[in-house]
């Protein structure tokens, strides 16, 4: 009797305290573990990695047959040379490649066999039925599999790419059982990956900035049944964790009707089982009912809130991506249906693409402010396999120029290899030039600061009340006009120097300059690298020793504000009071204000807080939630430093707002 075929499938990470937040069970690869093993039960043996040392140890010790990479940007370097290493070892194992980056475009796939000169197979699209197929024909007669087009796949055979049917978009669902369920995924429900689940596959929407945009198909959904059994699975095992966000890997979520149904049980599972307690998904781009149904019963574990993603207004730069936004009527009516019901609104904003100008992009984070979006978050365009952004003929259609910058801390030694992964940024093209970048690089710090990590938002939301430009202030605070105090200057010459410092020419560049770093500090990682993230927690936590004076300097003196000086300190009092120490979690005194901000942050800061007829005393008290969080998150970083802590807690003590007090009147509380 024939052994079983060995497959080992990775998606393999990298580990550092800073990727904490961004390592998450390889449900992808579960799926593909899943199939496989329905498909051909004993006849295969199956094994799933992220650790790429324990990827080493196994294929060192017993000889695979297959070798799977799924293939992202986050993992490319790290699985090219993982695939290298075990192509050395074994000159006929069978290297199998398929994941986000994989393009359905002919030449693109071509230029990707180039930069993957070990794989033997790509997959594209959605992989089970793919690499079923390679591993059907590998069983029934391995010595002619490329002999013939392979459906789901392309491979090269003399010298010409081979391609079989697409299959990949086509797969029933109700035939794909739960990795969770069946114990694929066991080994990975630890506290080192967050969760992850999926409930329905497809996007209709076709951004060109996306992975998914290239796809054309119908969604699918898995059954209902073993939906909610996979999350009540998934909430049993992280029972107790409540800093873990649960991810749900759908494309958009709140699509479907039956979307409603399944946020029901999720908020059954964190209120019975009691995880769980927050949750990160992409809601359906346009708001309709059923997206409302899903956003309200999701309520306070929901991220984002209602998460409207505008990307761009620019008419040009929306025909270029093939994106249709909503109109401004259902924007208001979604911001208005999220305020009647206390919900935080979310929007989504990319610099960098086609047609967009600074000017254009600039108005367009004053209008996101206007329309009272709770959250504002800046993204910079990057570049990537398996966008239709990268393809060549586009990239030189709209002048698109780029600079290679770390991915986060995803860099270190696999073996005795250096490895990074990278993002390839636009930093200019016909209509905006690299000074345009370098200035809304500073604003998008600023507006992701006050209006996605909270910093002072009472202060600038009087700002905006008072019609004053905020992307003016913004940019008088980072270009260096507020103030001559020496720590502003520090903090202001640390993140000029870190937005110059992480971009390179090349990826070369970049690649020898990160290696010399790190060989030099003995191989250690020390620092984060994503600015946003980085200087926005140190601005809040660790710079309170000038931001108060500052901020009073460059803003005191502004014409609208003139009059308006009394309102103005008393909402820098609130903004300094209201953010919780995590540190220490001890509420701070009451405050005694002449303006009603309660009522005014209930409103959606419309207009400005209304003068009280009596003075009142503000209480400071944190959510049950929002303690439970917070607490959980300490049991894991209390031990860290300032830096590392405060970094971390941005990701992980969500929704945001929960790192803020709650405030109720004295005279109301009883």
Not at 535 to 548: D, N, P
């Amino acid at each position: 009797m024939p052994r079983p075929l060995r497959i080992l499938l990775a998606d393999l990470c990298y580990t550092n305290v800073f990727t904490a937040a961004t390592r998450y069970t390889p449900l992808n690869i579960g799926f593909l573990a899943q199939y496989v093993k329905q498909q051909a039960g004993n006849d295969v043996e199956l094994k799933l990695y992220k650790s790429v040392e324990q990827l080493y140890q196994d294929a060192v010790a017993v000889k695979p047959d297959i070798v799977a990479f799924s293939l992202y940007y986050w993992n490319t370097d790290i699985g090219r040379q993982a695939a290298r290493y075990i192509r050395n070892l074994y000159s006929d194992v069978i290297i199998v490649y398929g994941g986000p980056s994989i393009d359905t475009d002919v030449g693109e796939q071509a230029r990707l066999f180039a930069t993957l000169p070990d794989a033997d197979f790509l997959v594209v699209n959605e992989g089970e039925l793919g690499l079923w197929n390679i591993v059907a024909q590998v069983l029934a007669d391995r010595a002619a599999l490329k002999h013939k087009p392979i459906d789901g796949v392309v491979f090269q055979a003399d010298g010409t790419l081979q391609s079989g049917a697409p299959v990949g978009l086509t797969l029933d669902l109700t035939t794909l059982g739960s990795p969770y369920l069946s114990g694929v995924l066991a080994p990975f429900l630890t506290s080192e990956f967050q969760p992850l689940v999926q409930t329905s596959r497809l996007c209709p929407y076709t951004c060109a900035f996306c992975t998914s945009g290239k796809n054309r198909g119908k969604i699918r959904a898995f059954p209902m049944d073993q939906v909610k059994e996979e999350l009540s699975y998934v909430a049993r095992a992280y029972k107790g964790q409540d800093h873990q966000v649960l991810f749900l890997a759908d494309e958009n979520f709140g699509i479907l009707p039956r979307d409603v149904e399944v946020a029901e049980h999720i908020r059954d599972c964190g209120e019975r089982i009691g995880y769980p307690k927050s949750l990160f998904f992409y809601n359906d781009k346009r708001f309709t009912d059923t997206s409302k149904a899903v956003i309200e019963t999701l309520g306070d574990y929901n991220q984002l809130g209602l998460a409207l993603a505008l990307q761009t207004e620019n008419p040009e730069t929306l025909k270029a991506i093939n994106r249709k936004n909503v109109s401004e009527a259902e924007i208001v009516a979604a911001i208005d249906w999220a305020k009647e019901r206390d919900i935080g609104t979310t929007t989504e904003l990319i610099f960098g693409l086609p047609y967009e100008t600074r000017h254009s992009f600039v108005d367009l984070l004053n209008r996101s402010v206007a329309r009272r979006f709770d959250t504002v978050q800046c993204h910079n365009l990057f570049i990537m396999d398996g966008i239709e952004l990268n393809r060549p003929g586009v990239r030189e259609k709209y002048g698109l120029k780029t600079g290679f910058r770390l991915l986060g801390t995803n860099y270190g030694h696999v073996g005795d290899e250096f490895v990074l992964e990278h993002e390839e940024v636009v930093v200019a093209t016909d209509t905006f030039s690299y000074e345009d970048f370098i200035a809304v690089r500073g604003l998008n710090l600023m507006f992701y600061t006050v209006f996605s990590l909270h910093f002072f938002k009472p202060l600038f939301q009087v700002l905006r009340g008072l019609n004053c430009d905020l992307a003016t202030v913004f940019d008088r605070f980072v270009t260096g006009g507020a103030s001559d105090n020496p720590g502003y200057r520090s903090f202001l010459s640390d993140f000029h120097a870190a937005v110059e410092g992480e971009l390179f020419p090349d990826r070369q560049s970049l690649f020898d300059h990160v290696k010399a770093q790190y060989e030099a500090s003995g191989r250690t990682i020390a620092d984060p690298t994503r600015i946003n993230i980085a200087f926005g927690a140190r601005l809040i936590y660790q710079e309170l020793s000038w931001v108060r004076q500052t901020l009073e300097g460059l803003l005191l003196n502004e014409p609208t504000v003139v009059g308006h000086e009394a309102l103005l300190r008393e909402a820098l009092d609130l903004a300094e009071r209201e953010r919780i120490d995590l540190r220490g979690a001890v509420a701070p005194e009451p405050l005694t204000v002449t303006h009603d901000f309660l009522a005014w942050r209930r409103d959606k800061y419309e207009g400005l807080p209304a003068p009280l007829s009596a003075p009142r005393r503000i209480l400071f008290q944190a959510s049950d939630l929002a303690l439970g969080k917070i607490a959980s998150f300490k049991r894991e970083y209390d031990h860290e430093g300032d830096t590392t802590f405060y970094y971390q807690a941005m990701d992980f003590i969500v929704p945001r707002h929960h790192q803020i007090y709650d405030l109720a009147y004295a005279e109301d509380v009883g």
